[in-house]
């Protein structure tokens, strides 16, 4: 479904509610905008959650209220995304158990420490896991017997409250970094939360209300708190896609990574390079700032530009791909002019979506998977959802 018009940027400057609806009324590109559909009741939206999910009137409230205050339409297409994702992160568990979470942040502990703390406060750190708060109910003991990550975050809190207030750490050699910056949260390895694993970085950025670090961890592993950051997260930006699949995609691996993943993809065929498809255009730091040395795809913009004799500075490019993250990329003199040149060398259709490649990893992790498993096993229970509301008539 294409957009027909844009909204203006002064909706920027509105409040989520009402950006909400305004990309609704203006027809913006996503695919769940469907004004002619009707709209699911409570009771109706419980009925689309699996039959094994405990509570599932309590869960269809929350979702209920939560697609309310953001203004999404609550369509059978819009609630079975939803739906879809919150089974695959959760399977509707507010605080899911992770089978063998103590033994893997113990290896994670191990395996980083010396990474985020340097050799000096490692040490400090590692003496600490095995004696306090006292030798017989150390740390390290407690870890190995965590089952979910809200007692596993809480112990982590725990455990760097202790270290910052016990040790001096502007005192030790090479630590003075640390001073004047919260400690357990610059350390904490849990940063994807809840029924639907949000990052705390995006949690952060859009929270409800005025509540500190602590409490917006505790918030995100409620019932409520989870779903509601999650579903920001999935649904509140528009896109063109043609399929949910996409949708679940940039879920896993970050905003626009299908769109961007097709941009990288009709760069890679006007040029002899090989990209990553991995919907990164920019490099990135681990807090998320943009890195100020060029990527691949830069490099490779700038190139393909002065060998076609198309007018766009580095400085441009560089600017533009700034965007890479918004709606707003798609009206880029650098985005316009890829789309033209595939057209002219290629002959063929400019590519919207197309599945990123990108590899996940983590410590809550058996073994490695890519965004195409992910995503597919989502749109696997999207599917079955959109079946089970034929199925009811809905």
């Not at 610059?186 to 994807?192: A, G, K």
């Amino acid at each position: 479904m294409k957009k027909n018009l844009r909204c203006t940027t002064a909706i920027k400057s509105l409040s989520v509610l009402v950006l909400s609806l305004s990309l609704i009324a203006c027809g913006e590109g996503s695919w769940w905008s469907k004004n002619d559909e009707p709209e699911l009741k409570e009771e109706q939206i419980k009925r689309l959650i699996p039959t094994r999910v405990q509570n599932r009137g309590s869960w269809a409230g929350d979702l209920y209220e939560i697609t309310d205050q953001l203004g999404i339409p609550k369509t059978k297409e819009n609630i079975c995304t939803i739906i879809a994702v919150v089974d695959q992160e959760s399977n509707f568990v507010a605080d899911p158990q992770v089978p063998g979470l103590g033994e893997k942040a113990i290896r994670e502990v191990d395996q980083r420490l010396e990474d985020k703390l340097g050799v000096t406060l490692a040490g400090y750190f590692k003496n600490m896991l095995k004696t306090q708060p006292s030798p017989d109910d150390n740390y390290l003991s407690r870890m190995r017997k965590v089952k979910t990550e809200r007692e596993l975050d809480e112990l982590y809190r725990e455990m760097f409250n202790h270290f910052s207030k016990h040790y001096h750490v502007s005192a030790l050699t090479g630590a003075a970094r640390l001073v004047g910056q919260d400690v357990s949260e610059r350390l904490n390895p849990i940063t994807t939360l809840g029924s639907m694993q949000v990052h705390i970085g995006y949690a952060k950025e859009h929270k409800r209300s005025g509540m500190n670090m602590a409490e917006l961890r505790s918030d995100l592993y409620t019932q409520n708190g989870g779903l509601y950051y999650g579903i920001h997260r999935l649904m509140m930006y528009p896109a063109d896609y043609d399929k949910p699949l996409y949708r679940f995609a940039d879920y896993n691996s970050g905003r626009y990574s299908s769109r961007n993943a097709a941009f990288q993809s009709m760069l890679n065929d006007l040029t002899e390079a090989e990209l990553d498809l991995d919907g990164d255009l920019l490099l990135y730091n681990k807090d998320g700032s943009i890195r100020s040395n060029k990527s691949q795809s830069e490099r490779e913009l700038i190139a393909v530009f002065a060998a076609n004799n198309v007018l766009i500075t580095p400085r441009q490019i560089r600017s533009d791909l700034k965007e890479e993250k918004e709606q707003d990329f798609e009206d880029t003199q650098t985005y316009l002019a890829v789309k033209k040149l595939y057209q002219e060398k290629t002959g063929k259709e400019p590519i919207y979506a197309i599945m990123p490649e990108v590899v996940i990893s983590g410590p809550k992790l058996s073994r490695d998977y890519n965004t195409n498993w992910f995503a597919t096993r989502v749109n696997g229970r999207y599917q079955t959802c959109m079946q089970r509301a034929k199925r009811i008539k809905l």
